[in-house]
């Protein structure tokens, strides 16, 4: 039930941020620039997938030179974009501790907490043990 509310009160301050005309420029300029950051973000996607099919094999690169220049770029990118994503992962932590909050029995931050079927609200811990896994398999070749 505690987490029913907290939930509950979270929409509603979005809902209310958004709609109340003092904060509302405020909030479509903010909305505006996640729109515009989800559309670099999908176009990333896209074009890292690509990417990745044609220059990886399994944990192994099979063009390490240009392989390497990609990473090197990709972490430039990352550099400019760090602070929305800082910004998306304080949102997400925020909504999994809410949806979580009644919960006694498992810690905030147990392994399988904010996975709900193939959803993972914060991926974040998982994506940094596959770039620990594929920087090693290389290493190790």
């Known amino acids: 039930m ?5 939930i509950g009160l979270l ?5 209310y941020t958004l709609l109340w005309q003092e904060s509302q420029r405020f909030m479509f300029r903010i909305l505006g620039n996640l729109l515009g950051l989800s559309i670099v973000l999908i176009v990333k996607i896209i ?30 990118y990352a550099i400019g974009i760090s602070i ?3 910004l998306v992962r304080t949102i997400k932590i925020v909504v999994v501790s809410a949806l979580y909050l009644g919960r006694t029995d498992t810690p905030l931050f147990s392994p ?14 998982t994506v940094t043990r596959k770039e620990i896994l594929i920087h090693e398999a290389h290493r190790r070749k």
């Open 11 to 15: 929409v509603a301050a979005f809902f």
């Open 84 to 86: 929305w994503f800082m």
């Open 47 to 76: 074009i890292m997938q690509i990417i990745r099919f044609s220059h990886y094999k399994a944990f192994y690169r099979t063009k390490p030179l240009s392989a390497n220049i990609i990473n090197i770029s990709m972490e430039c």
């Open 112 to 125: 399988g907490v904010g996975i709900f079927g193939p959803l993972e609200i914060d991926n974040w811990p």
């Open 2 to 6: 505690i987490s029913s509310i907290a």
